[in-house]
């Protein structure tokens, strides 16, 4: 990671959160990124139809990430269950930036992106988004994805390949997304 852009920021950047389907990985990646810096809000998935793991979250958790010298960057993950879309909304209302977690194999995936891609745009202050895909996909199913997005009027949305579970790739992907915003700062 370029620890120098993200400190570039870090006076500014409060907030990026992690958005993203049920079972993406969102609690995976703030644990993989804030280790025991953050706090969980998940609980017993009872709705195993939905999904089969154990855990889900029901709250927005929030973690840190130290960019040394005292700076630190904060993120927000957001539950995926469809019933929680009010916190989800709230938290995209006070992010800055966001990671749009999906996995390319979903047929469900660009219905998902471009639902909220739309919805950050009716904001007040719309974050600036990546996507990240976290599962395994060919090269043409992210082609074909990022074509589909553009025809639907959304603009380039950058698309980097982010395993939950590998700190590093997940901070690769801050590192892009904090480069944007540093670019959109000195606009
Ligand atoms: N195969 C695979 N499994 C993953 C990956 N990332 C996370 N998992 C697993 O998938 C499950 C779901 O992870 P969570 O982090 O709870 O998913 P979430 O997005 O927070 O889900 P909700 O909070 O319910 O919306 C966990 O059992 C993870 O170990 C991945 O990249 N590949
Ligand atoms: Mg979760």
């Known amino acids: 990671m370029t620890g120098q852009a993200m400190s570039g920021l870090a006076g500014n950047l409060t907030r990026i959160s992690l958005i993203g389907p049920m079972g993406i990985g969102k609690t995976t990646a703030m644990r993989s990124l804030c280790g025991e810096?953050?706090?969980?809000?998940?609980?017993?998935?009872?709705?195993?139809?939905?999904?089969?793991?154990?855990?889900?979250?029901?709250?927005?958790?929030?973690?840190?990430?130290?960019?040394?010298?005292?700076?630190?960057?904060?993120?927000?993950?957001?539950?995926?269950?469809?019933?929680?879309?009010?916190?989800?909304?709230?938290?995209?209302?006070?992010?800055?930036?966001?990671?749009?977690?999906?996995?390319?194999?979903?047929?469900?995936?660009?219905?998902?992106?471009?639902?909220?891609l739309a919805a950050m745009a009716r904001l007040e202050r719309p974050p600036t988004a990546i996507a990240l895909s976290c599962r395994d996909c060919s090269a043409q199913q992210q082609q074909d994805f990022s074509a589909a997005l553009t025809a639907q009027g959304h603009g380039v949305l950058p698309l980097v390949p982010a395993d939950p579970r590998e700190r590093a790739q997940l901070l690769d992907a801050l590192d892009v997304l904090v480069s944007l915003l540093l670019l959109q700062s000195q606009e």
């Open 37 to 116: 810096l953050m706090a969980s809000t998940d609980v017993p998935n009872l709705d195993r139809s939905a999904h089969a793991k154990a855990f889900t979250t029901v709250g927005a958790e929030f973690g840190e990430i130290d960019l040394g010298g005292g700076e630190r960057l904060q993120l927000v993950g957001s539950p995926g269950q469809d019933r929680f879309d009010f916190v989800r909304q709230w938290v995209l209302a006070g992010s800055v930036g966001v990671l749009l977690m999906l996995d390319l194999n979903q047929a469900s995936a660009l219905d998902y992106a471009q639902q909220s």
